[in-house]
């Protein structure tokens, strides 16, 4: 998808992601560790994607401060990340996420990197109240969900159904809560 707007590098820790991910999008997706390990000279991309990565990344403000260096003046970075640490359970242990964000803390780390915050907000909010039911039950029967397991053809179209038709609210109005947080940045140097 981010090709149709223009030439794309992608990066990856994991060797058995990065091999997914290069056979899916068909491009060539390079070794790298962040914060470290950014294989690109400074001030070169106008835009960053960061979906669903930081939460793994045991400093974060050091991250977010490497990408932006590699941004150009007027660059972007978008990222993703699961929101609501109270919602923690069995599947942020199963995906070694070190955290979960509030806005408030994504704000913080987002400015002690000295970016500026153009837009940030919650989403996938409408799967919001199923993943409550879950993790309610789990603490109640004091056993984690099987967060593990693929969820069947049907079942992952009904799902993403529901997740895909968010897009055409996101942009318009501010969702009160959601499973994610998103936040587009600008440089604030």
């Given amino acids: 998808m981010l090709t149709t707007f223009g030439a794309v590098d992608a990066v990856e820790f994991d060797a058995g992601a990065r091999a997914i991910a ?3 999008s068909g491009i060539p997706v390079q070794a790298c560790a962040l914060p470290h390990d950014l294989p690109v000279r400074d001030g070169a991309y106008d835009l960053i994607v960061l979906l669903d990565v ?15 260096r590699k941004l150009k003046q007027d660059g972007r970075l978008l990222v993703t990340v699961p929101a609501l640490p109270w919602l923690w359970s069995h599947h942020d242990d199963l995906h070694h ?3 979960r964000y509030t806005k408030r ?23 919001f109240p ?8 789990a603490i109640v029967y004091s056993r984690p ?22 897009r055409h609210i996101i942009g318009r109005a501010g969702l009160p809560v959601g499973l994610s947080l998103y936040a587009v940045l600008s440089d604030g140097r």
Avoid at 130 to 137: D, Q, S
Avoid at 149 to 164: C, Y
């Fill in 145 to 166: 969900t099987q967060d593990d397991r693929m969820p069947t053809r049907l079942l992952n179209a009904i799902l993403s159904r529901i997740f895909s038709s968010e």
């Fill in 54 to 68: 930081l939460e793994h990344i045991e400093d974060d403000q050091a991250t977010l401060c490497a990408l932006r």
């Fill in 130 to 137: 199923i993943a409550l039911v879950r993790r309610l039950i």
């Fill in 22 to 24: 290069a056979r899916r």
């Fill in 97 to 99: 996420h070190k955290r």
């Fill in 105 to 127: 803390s994504l704000e913080l780390a987002a400015a002690a990197a000295e970016f500026k915050i153009a837009h940030i907000g919650y989403f996938n909010t409408f799967l």
